[in-house]
């Protein structure tokens, strides 16, 4: 398995869960972070190496990474694994399954690359790469046949682990938050590079609602490896602010919210799915965002957005991020609890769709890629 960044991280280690219970001898190897070596899961190298962020960083770490997909590459075109699934990342691993698909190795790509959103000559490319995809939504895999693609739905294993109704008030009491005080969770990312270009923002929002609302309290969940990042950003733009630092426990932090303040990626589900509003944003490099903009397919990119075909929750991207714009889009929420509260509906109705015992679904088709080889 080949699982880029935390959240690549989080979805392999709820598939190997599904996979051990089939195949309890199953060994497990590749590149990975800690969740999955938590399950027993040997990385050769962590995932946090593939985590880099646009275009611009992606060019500065082209040679480290090309480095290690070639290592990579050899090892198991020596070793022949029974299987190979990329988890997420395609720029990294859809040229390293072709590959091993053209030596006889089976393989498997976990989450559809978002075709139907931008870049859909990938299909091709993805076409030649993979045996079969495991698509988290329910429209994917049709898509995917139209390029004669095998693919299943299984749903996404988040709707899974995640409660279909929260316990809030657990949360705020594991995080030592009161019941009173409206809470905002900070999630700028898990990459430096988004780090570097969200938090600085974010703070200044924060920085705007606390002179706002005095009482509002703030979360943080900082992921492994960016405590010493996000101490320096807090320090330069943040001091004074009233800003609880957690180390890890995201899900927590959204359980205990009102509202978030997030960056675009898998993180808003997990926001989705914990029924909470929250305003999306985006920074990266210019000529990143440059290139981006004009492959774009649709007019929303956060997740629920794109999963609901409406601007359900507010996005705002690269310039239009700025503190003001940032922190009254989170006291508009916060002053509409009936808006809110249609909104949490309408992402119960999402949770529904996307439950489908992941692991479970996953392992099956796999089982079945297996049986005809």
């Not at 320090?235 to 997030?262: F, N």
């Amino acid at each position: 398995m080949v699982a880029g960044e935390a959240s690549g991280d989080l979805l392999a280690s709820l598939l190997l869960g599904g996979l051990r219970q089939r195949w309890p001898r199953l060994s497990a190897t590749g590149i990975g972070g800690p969740k999955l070596t938590a399950q027993g899961f040997t990385a050769w190298w962590p995932s946090e190496k593939l985590a880099v962020h646009g275009y611009a960083e992606a060019l500065r770490h082209y040679r480290e990474i090309s480095g290690i997909r070639e290592a990579l590459a050899a090892r198991l075109l020596q070793e022949r694994p029974d299987l190979f699934i990329g988890v997420d990342a395609p720029d990294f691993n859809l040229g390293l399954e072709a590959r091993l698909k053209a030596a006889g190795v089976r393989t498997v790509h976990f989450v559809c690359p978002s075709i139907w959103a931008w870049r859909g000559g990938r299909a091709k490319r993805l076409a030649r790469s993979t045996d079969h995809v495991l698509c988290l939504f329910p429209f994917e895999p049709e898509l995917l046949r139209g390029h004669g693609i095998e693919a299943s739905y299984v749903g996404h294993p988040l709707a899974d682990t995640i409660p279909l109704e929260v316990p809030r008030a657990a949360a705020r009491a594991a995080l030592g938050l009161s019941d009173g005080a409206p809470v905002l969770a900070l999630l700028p990312g898990s990459r430096r590079g988004e780090i570097a270009n969200l938090l600085p923002t974010f703070l200044g929002a924060v920085r705007l609602l606390h002179a706002a609302r005095p009482d509002l309290r703030c979360v943080l969940p900082v992921a492994p490896g960016l405590r010493g990042l996000v101490d320096a950003q807090i320090a330069t733009h943040g001091a004074g602010l009233p800003l609880t630092l957690l180390d890890g426990r995201s899900h927590e932090a959204l359980a205990a919210c009102d509202v978030t303040l997030i960056a675009s990626g898998t993180a808003t589900l997990e926001a989705a799915l914990f029924k909470r509003p929250m305003v999306i944003a985006y920074r990266m490099a210019a000529l990143s965002w440059q290139i981006m903009k004009r492959m774009r397919y649709q007019p929303w990119v956060g997740l629920p957005n794109i999963l609901c075909r409406d601007f359900v929750v507010p996005e705002l991207l690269q310039h239009d991020a700025t503190p003001r714009a940032l922190a009254d889009a989170v006291l508009q929420w916060l002053d509409a609890p009936q808006r809110a509260a249609a909104l949490e509906q309408r992402f119960m109705e999402l949770h529904h769709l996307l439950r489908r015992d992941t692991a479970r679904t996953a392992t099956d088709a796999i089982a079945r890629l297996l049986d005809r080889a």
